[in-house]
């Protein structure tokens, strides 16, 4: 199968139409080009929450990540005001969702070296880490 | 401000074409139609682990979540087969990451009637639900 520049593009731009076009059927969904198949989500704790310093730098850090060739989309967030309740957990400091077309584009990740450097200049800020990996059905 | 329909869809394609143009900087990041700034990710543990029937239900439950007016993006998942490491979680049995523009539509999603009748209609499957809502930053 040859799939050109052009014909990628052009379907990519057909897509991207749609996905604002109001249709419910339309929303970005898991496999597309702005959903990828494979989540990583992974939450942070810090070690000195109060340090407003260490949170700025564990952001960055985690902005960097975006430039590994494998991951497909990258959202950088921190616990939402929205109303609490007991199921949701916000005592977390930082959120990292990346997205990756399957596992072996989070297999490359792990091992590549701006992941590993994030690692090691970093994971003196954290207390605790939860990772959850999610293969779209 | 006005924004006619076509500007819209214009802007949007153009959005789209870059997407998939293999510039680093051209990736889905928080805040693009793509990736809404507001995610909503619930996990959730079957009461019967091993009832296929009752994963297909819940997962067929979490997917009919779309047709809400205010979800931006929906990825429903299961565990991911990465390497299996300390930090990560794969006790969950389904993934549910839901995009919003902002708190109020993750606020407006959880009152809306097609969200309470899918509660009602699925809470006995689970045992368990952990919420976690992140905002990009």
């Known amino acids: ?64 990540l975006a430039a590994i060739e494998t991951v497909r989309s990258i959202h950088v967030g921190v616990p939402a005001s929205t109303e609490k309740r007991e199921v949701v957990d916000n005592s977390y400091h930082v959120s990292e969702l990346l997205g990756f077309d399957d596992v072996a584009g989070q297999d490359a990740y792990q091992i590549h070296p701006l992941h590993k450097k994030f690692v090691d200049e970093h994971q003196h800020l954290w207390s605790k880490v939860v990772v959850y990996d999610a293969l779209a059905v």
């Open 1 to 64: 199968m040859t799939t050109t520049r052009r014909d990628f593009i052009t379907t990519a731009a057909i897509t991207g139409a749609a996905l604002v076009a109001g249709d419910a059927l339309a929303k970005p969904v898991a496999g597309d080009n702005a959903m990828p198949k494979l989540l990583h989500h992974v939450f942070f704790w810090l070690k000195n929450p109060e340090s407003k310093e260490d949170l700025e730098k564990l952001i960055a850090g985690v902005k960097s």
